[in-house]
Structure formats: structure tokens, C-alpha cells
């Protein structure tokens, strides 16, 4: 009595297009479930999936110490979500309207892109502000003591209707 493996009848035929290849590599499909949800999910539930926050260490600084932002932007969703952003640049914060804490105007590429989350993906950003606001491209000047809003959105010119901006408040005080 022969064996299965003495009779080759296990062996495949390369030639032979019904007989499965040797590896499964290249011969499954994949299914793009970020271009899938963004096909199906309603751009307004896209627009709520996502929640923007914007933190610091403390409430109150000594004028000079370093101010330190975390900005954190999650999908509340177990799917995948995109977003379509203004620029390349998908995110961006502000110091009291100064984007970046600079008065200067930022050379940003004017054509749309997108932000894109896994799901339920967290994105965690960390900036340090100095207290200081750029003037010049070679000037900086410090701020005076006070109130400042600190403010993170995704960058769309729709984002405070849509929900997705955050912000928060220091205080600078001897």
C-alpha cells in the first residue's frame, strides 16, 4: 500500500491555475475600512467621532516658566474615521488668536488632505510655549502677566461648528 506522500498526490502544480499556490500572499483581498467608513459614515457623524482636548501641567505660571501643552485628539468610534483638513498641516493650536504663538503669517500649502484615525485610535501631541509671541521672523517678545486662552483645532475652516476645536485658560501672575 502506498502513502498520500509517497504518491505525490499532495503535490501542486504551478502550471495549473485551480490548484491553491503555495503561499496566500498577493491572493487575498483586503478591504480599505478607512476609505470604506468614509464612503458610509455621514460626514456630520464623522465630525462628532472625534474629540479635541488641550491640557497643561498648571493653571497658574510665574512669568518665564515654560507653559506645557498636551493636545489629544481621539476617535470615539471602533471604526476607522478620516477627516478632510484645509491644509497638509492636519491640526494646528493658538496662543490668545496667535496661531503657533506667532503674529507672523505661517507658509502653509493651500489644498485640502485629510486627518485619518483607526479605531477608537488616540493622537497625542505635546508643545512647550515659552511666553513668548513671535513678532518678526527674528523677534520674540515676552507676555505680560494675565488671562490666555490656549486654543487646539482641527485645521478646517468649519472646525468650531463642527466641535472640533478646544481650548483652555492659564493665568501668568507673579
Not at 455621514?42 to 488641550?54: C, E, F, G, K, Q
Not at 483638513?85 to 488632505?113: C, F, H, K
Request: aromatic share 8%; glycine share 4%; charged share 35%.
Amino acid at each position: 500500500m502506498r502513502r498520500a506522500d509517497d504518491s505525490r498526490a499532495v503535490e501542486r502544480d504551478t502550471d495549473d491555475p485551480f490548484t491553491p499556490a503555495a503561499t496566500d500572499e498577493g491572493s487575498r483581498h483586503t478591504i480599505d475600512w478607512e476609505a470604506l467608513s468614509h464612503a458610509f459614515l455621514p460626514v456630520a457623524v464623522r465630525h462628532r467621532a472625534i474629540d479635541v482636548s488641550i491640557t497643561t501641567d498648571r493653571d497658574v505660571y510665574a512669568p518665564g516658566d515654560p507653559v506645557s501643552i498636551g493636545i489629544e485628539f481621539r476617535n470615539r468610534l471602533p471604526f476607522p474615521v478620516r477627516l478632510r483638513t484645509d491644509s497638509p498641516e492636519p491640526w494646528t493650536w493658538a496662543v490668545d488668536g496667535a496661531t503657533a504663538a506667532s503674529r507672523l503669517e505661517r507658509p502653509i500649502p493651500d489644498r485640502p488632505d485629510t486627518f485619518s484615525f483607526a479605531r477608537s485610535e488616540r493622537k497625542r501631541f505635546r508643545r512647550e510655549w515659552p511666553q513668548r509671541i513671535r513678532i518678526a521672523d527674528d523677534e520674540w517678545t515676552p507676555v505680560d502677566s494675565g488671562q490666555y486662552t490656549l486654543e487646539a483645532w482641527i485645521n478646517r475652516e468649519d472646525a468650531a461648528d463642527c466641535g472640533l476645536v478646544a481650548t483652555t485658560e492659564i493665568e501668568i501672575r507673579e
